[in-house]
Nanobody, 115 residues
Framework: QVQLVESGGGLVQPGGSLRLSCAAS????????MGWYRQAPGKQRELVAA???????NYADSVKGRFTISRDNAKNTAYLQMNSLKPEDTAVYYC?????????WGQGTQVTVSS
């Protein structure tokens, strides 16, 4: 089984930064991929960023150049560094991991970008 616990969300002003963390139960190096999705009110959940077991990354066009996903195998944790935040980044952010053909999800953390 896999448990994922997100942290780091909160309220930030436009142009500010936040770093989300996703702590996994056990080694993150076993996951085929890890990443972050987000869901804003009234909208579908969308992929924000993902990192493969080999370290390849991909990002939604809307966050390229502003967000960076990384993984620390020693700490069993993945991170999403979010810079130059915009009001449209406001959403609940969910961590996910793919392992043995199954997706596992965290409980989500709220990110609100507002002045």
């Amino acid at each position: 089984q896999v448990q994922l616990v997100e942290s780091g969300g909160g309220l930030v002003q436009p142009g500010g930064s936040l770093r989300l963390s996703c702590a996994a139960s056990g080694s993150v190096s076993r996951f085929t991929a890890m990443g972050w999705y987000r869901q804003a009110p009234g909208k579908q959940r969308e992929l924000v960023a993902a990192i493969s077991s080999g370290g390849s990354t991909n990002y939604a066009d809307s966050v390229k150049g502003r967000f960076t996903i990384s993984r620390d195998n020693a700490k069993n944790t993945a991170y999403l560094q979010m810079n130059s935040l915009k009001p449209e980044d406001t959403a609940v952010y969910y961590c996910y991991a793919n392992w043995r053909l199954r997706d596992y999800w965290g409980q989500g953390t709220q990110v609100t970008v507002s002045s």
